[in-house]
């Protein structure tokens, strides 16, 4: 059953990628955002060189769950609830990333699951 979701969604990420690397190479990307746009946070960025930040040895042992916690066991019900049923499921906000786009965690979430239904 695992195997068979992890190939849904690897075909349905796939296809989703393809579609939007296809809609993005149509737009013009500002000189600023060519080199850094993938990491780009906040309109701070534009203006300097993001610096990375460390934590100890001691952080490092304890790893990521001690830090965020314990990941849900069922990956895509977390992921639907967290996209589809949050408080800001359908706060709208723009990326600053690739082109600017208007989006919502829901609207992103169902292109990505379900890209045969043309939004």
Known sequence: MCKEVTKKIRARLNTA?????ETLSHQEQPENLREN???LVDDYDLKTEMQPSF?????F??????YLGLPHPRTL???????LHAEDSN??????NYGGV???PALEFE?????????
């Open 91 to 96: 706060v709208e906000f723009v990326t600053k």
């Open 55 to 59: 934590g100890t040895l001691k952080d």
């Open 61 to 66: 042992y304890e790893g990521l769950d001690n």
């Open 102 to 104: 208007r989006t919502t």
């Open 17 to 21: 990628v393809a579609k939007l690397r």
């Open 77 to 83: 019900e977390a992921m639907t609830h967290e996209h």
């Open 111 to 119: 292109f990505v699951m379900y890209p045969d239904q043309g939004e």
């Open 37 to 39: 746009g993938k990491f």
